[in-house]
């Protein structure tokens, strides 16, 4: 199992960047997958989850109405749109798969995610 994360930048405070979080070694529509962030100095929070269906999503109150966060089944990769960048959004963006097969509920908890990528970078200068 295998999570590749790209698409991160530098971009200027009111950019846009989308993140891709590609998978190998499992079928992501049968998971919920996640996007987490950590900026220096502080620890990784929750970004956005979507289910393993694409029914759902869920975001933090502080990128609601500027991320979104979508499955393409068929390329077997999660997306995290981000729109309206601010510099407080910059930090290492990790993407992640929920450890329960066909799970839908809370989808904040970090602890329940068992297969990271790597991370990518991003940074919004003002």
């Known amino acids: 199992v295998q999570l590749q994360a790209s698409g991160g930048g530098l971009v200027q405070t009111g950019g846009s960047l989308r993140l891709s979080c590609a998978a190998s070694?499992?079928?992501?529509?049968?998971?919920?997958g996640g996007w987490f962030r950590q900026a220096p100095g502080k620890e990784r929070e929750f970004v956005a989850g979507?289910?393993?269906?694409?029914?759902?999503?869920y975001y933090v109150d502080s990128v609601k109405g500027r991320f979104t966060i979508s499955k393409d089944n068929a390329k077997n990769t999660v997306y995290l749109q981000m729109n309206s960048l601010k510099p407080e959004d910059t930090a290492v963006y990790y993407c992640?798969?929920?450890?329960?097969?066909?799970?839908?509920?809370?989808?904040?908890?970090?602890?329940?995610?068992?297969?990271w990528g790597q991370g990518t970078e991003v940074t919004v200068s003002s």
């Open positions: 979507i289910s393993w269906d694409g029914g759902s999503t």
């Open positions: 070694g499992f079928t992501f529509s049968y998971y919920t």
């Open positions: 992640a798969r929920h450890r329960r097969w066909q799970y839908s509920g809370n989808y904040n908890r970090r602890h329940e995610y068992d297969y």
